[in-house]
């Protein structure tokens, strides 16, 4: 459902919107968080999250307050400029939910 891979047969359905027909529009609706971190070491926890918003299409007047609700919701503002690299196991599981829920 996320378009990561095509359907082999059958349809499902996001808001009304075929995973067939308008990919696009049910990517915009839902958040992915992979098994696997999405995430390159060399950049911040922030930066992460910027990056992930404009990927959204995310309106530039809502980012920072999107970037800043996420980081609170996810418990990661104090490491907000953190590298990823410097973060532990758990605190990048949390970085990838906050991914998703962009």
Avoid at 47 to 52: A, D, K, M, S, V
Avoid at 65 to 86: G, H, M, Q, S
Avoid at 92 to 99: C, D, E, N
């Amino acid at each position: 459902m996320t378009g990561l891979y095509s359907p082999t047969s059958g349809e499902a359905f996001v808001s009304g919107n075929s995973i067939k027909e308008n990919i696009a529009k049910v990517q915009q609706l839902i958040g992915y968080c992979p098994q696997f971190d999405v995430l390159w070491s060399e950049l911040t926890v922030e930066e992460h999250l910027y990056f992930y918003t404009k990927l959204k299409n995310v309106d530039n007047n809502k980012v920072k307050e999107i970037v800043d609700k996420t980081l609170e919701n996810t418990k990661l503002t104090k490491f907000r400029n953190f590298l990823v690299c410097e973060l532990s196991g758990g605190m990048k599981r949390r970085l990838s939910l906050g991914i998703s829920l962009v």
